[in-house]
């Protein structure tokens, strides 16, 4: 597609169901980057990946969090044991090469609610 | 940790005046970026600044970098209704500065409300 794709863009989970997440990078972009942000504030740096491989994962809050991005491309964020402080927006984002370089470009985000 | 703060958090103006947004990092900088969110949607790339004291320009946005690398500002004149919407700066920390979190800290935004 033109741009980075997530899915769901909704989802409503009851607290201790496990979730996920997918993101759909723009074809070719090396860097993903997974976000969350909480509504009127900034996007927080969750982890990322270049190529397969994760990168940094330091920003995942616990290990209830976890990610995978197992051919380079699409990459899935995982919740287990959903709570309802993990209700926010997520968002994902890819860049052609490292953020050094280059624009992140970010999809439209899952709005996740755990009730 | 690493921090990114941004001011104000809110600014509202009249319709052609001027706007200024101002982001601050506890550590130095190898790179910031800007972008702007529109209510609803999602961060937009606008610029990135790399040098020291770098200055850029769009249009009626003015970008600068400070001399040490921790802190930047974005500048709109005679804002329009097209402008409405929330700006972030994201600082890169980088290997030098000690590492941590490898993504963008972004600060928490200011959001812009114009009345015409």
């Known amino acids: 597609g033109a741009g980075v794709s997530q899915s769901p863009r909704y989802k409503v989970t009851k607290r201790g169901q496990d979730v996920a997440l997918r993101c759909d990078p723009i074809s070719g972009h090396v860097s993903l980057y997974w976000y969350r942000q909480a509504l009127g504030q900034g996007p927080e740096f969750l982890t990322y990946?270049?190529?397969?491989?994760?990168?940094?994962k330091s920003g995942l809050p616990n290990d209830r969090f976890s990610a995978e991005r197992p051919e380079g491309s699409i990459s899935t964020l995982t919740i287990q044991r959903t709570e309802q402080r993990d209700s926010a927006m997520y968002r994902c984002?890819?860049?052609?090469?490292?953020?050094?370089?280059?624009?992140?470009?970010f999809g439209q985000g899952t709005r996740l609610t755990v009730v | 940790g690493q921090q990114v703060m941004q001011i104000p958090q809110y600014q509202h103006v009249q319709e052609g005046e001027d706007f200024t947004t101002y982001c601050n990092s506890s550590?130095?900088?190898?790179?910031i970026q800007w972008y702007k969110q529109r209510p609803g949607g999602h961060p937009v790339f606008l610029i990135q600044?790399?040098?020291?004291?770098e200055v850029k320009k769009q249009k009626r946005l003015t970008f600068q970098f400070g001399e040490a690398k921790k802190n930047s500002s974005l500048h709109i004149t005679a804002t329009q209704t097209t402008d409405v919407g929330t700006y972030f700066c994201?600082?890169?920390?980088?290997?030098?500065?000690?590492?941590?979190?490898?993504?963008?800290?972004f600060g928490k935004g200011t959001h812009l409300i114009i009345q015409p």
């Open positions: 984002a890819s860049s052609l090469a490292g953020v050094m370089n280059t624009e992140a470009f």
């Open positions: 600044l790399v040098k020291s004291g």
């Open positions: 990946f270049n190529y397969e491989a994760q990168q940094d």
């Open positions: 550590t130095t900088l190898s790179n």
């Open positions: 994201a600082g890169y920390m980088g290997i030098v500065s000690g590492g941590g979190a490898d993504g963008l800290t």
